[in-house]
């Protein structure tokens, strides 16, 4: 029966070493920590090695359920995955105790604030872009893709899809959206 220790933050300029003490003082012999967004579950790796190696009578511990999840389906699938092999999840700074009803309602009401936290910053930042490109101001990502050049290698050296992906290092699916045709190009140049 160990605890193990989780700390995430959402971008590379955060500091993980408030939770990382955090989670020392708690008593955690393993502490996982890695720099991702909280929205989505994969890509988190070290949630993932954390997930994989928990037994029976381990607890999985964080700062805050924030940190764990900012969404209600992914954190019913952690608590889901760590019920089903007898571990349990401790917040050092919430009373969550997954063994209780009582610690159960907690848990799903913060994870509900946790998602809705999530949902507003989305709003406002969708806000924020409209209000931008209202002004002129936003003119979205710099285009990385030569539409001429995937226009040029299709027509000129009769080049399929995946041959124009490799040669400019983009995605097949970028190559028919340039060239209008979703799903594939003419037979003559595949």
Partial sequence: ??????????????????????????????????????????GRTQLQVLLDFLHHGDTLVVTRIDRL????KDLRDIV????????????TEQPIDTATAAGKAFLDMLGVFAEFETNL????????????????????????????????L??????????????LGIGRASVYRVLGRPGRLPAAAE
């Fill in 1 to 42: 029966m160990r605890l193990y220790g989780y700390a995430r933050v959402s971008t590379i300029d955060q500091d993980l070493a408030l939770q990382r003490a955090a989670l020392k003082a708690a008593g955690c012999d393993v502490i996982r920590a890695e720099k991702a967004s909280g929205t989505r579950r994969d």
């Fill in 121 to 152: 910053r989305r709003e406002r930042q969708l806000d924020g872009i409209a209000a931008a490109k209202a002004r002129g101001v936003y003119k979205g990502r710099r285009a990385i893709i030569n539409a001429a050049e995937v226009r040029r």
């Fill in 154 to 167: 299709s027509q000129e050296e009769k080049l399929g899809a995946t041959a124009i992906a490799r040669r």
């Fill in 80 to 91: 889901h995955e760590l019920r089903a092999k007898g571990a349990k999840l401790k917040a």
């Fill in 69 to 72: 999840a900012r969404s209600m």
